[in-house]
């Protein structure tokens, strides 16, 4: 009786130690995403968009997006993810083609999607029930 018990208590410990490490995770990884975003779209309301500097930090963006998609996937619905990188790809795209009005609503998109991602994710009663 006293093994099952320990068994149980270890399982349950594992479980809230995995949790937690998923959910750090997945915190900072919509938090860096929701940043540079944030910082890409000051730069693209300016009056004078420098499309250097805008390509440079999608291209960054983008890439530490799809760094952090690989490991997300494991317990992130691929749905939603996939939902998040549709919406960078029209990003990038209305930055090449220097549609500038186009892109913030895209990135207002994307950001949500990562904020909707992040609090669907949280452990708490109303995701549960």
Known sequence: MIKELVIC??????????????????????NITTQSLNELKEELV?????????????????????????????YVEHDELEKVDTQLTGVKS?????????TVPELDKAIFIL?????????NLKNIF
């Not at 209305?94 to 186009?102: A, G």
């Not at 904020?115 to 452990?123: A, D, L, Q, S």
């Open 46 to 74: 300016k009056e004078e968009v420098n499309l250097e500097i805008s390509k440079k930090k999608i291209e960054e963006t983008y890439g530490d997006w799809k760094n952090r998609y690989k490991k997300l996937a494991y």
């Open 115 to 123: 904020e909707h991602i992040n609090n669907k994710n949280i452990v």
């Open 94 to 102: 209305y930055i090449e083609m220097e549609e500038f009005s186009e």
């Open 9 to 30: 208590i270890i399982i349950v410990v594992l479980i809230f130690v995995g949790n937690a490490i998923t959910q750090g995770y997945l915190n900072e990884s919509v």
